[in-house]
């Protein structure tokens, strides 16, 4: 199975993001824009494929998190401005 890492990495950041951060408490949560904040980050990050059998910890790749997460977590703030001021529903 191939999946793109990076879906995971925008998933966990864009959760802790709205979980911590007060400034985006007003922030629509449904599950529509969550996907479209998700949609528009990974369309301006570097996708990150990996084969991984189902189930399977991806604590090996944290590395990967490391070195780009300001660069994800920039895209996501980015993203979450975005869709709140123009949320497709
Ligand atoms: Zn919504």
Redo the contacts with the bound molecule.
């Keep these: 199975m191939i999946i793109n890492y990076m879906e995971e990495i925008v998933k966990n950041c864009l959760n802790s993001i709205l979980k911590n951060d007060p400034a985006y408490d007003d922030i629509?949560?449904?599950?529509?824009?969550?996907e479209d904040i998700m949609a528009k980050a990974l369309n301006n990050l570097k996708p990150y494929y990996i084969t991984t059998k189902k189930g399977e910890i991806f604590a090996e790749y944290s590395s990967l998190v490391t070195q780009q997460q300001a660069e994800v977590i920039a895209e996501i703030i980015k993203s979450i401005e975005f869709i709140s001021k123009n949320?497709?529903?």
């Design positions: 629509c949560r449904c599950e529509h824009c969550i949320p497709g529903h």
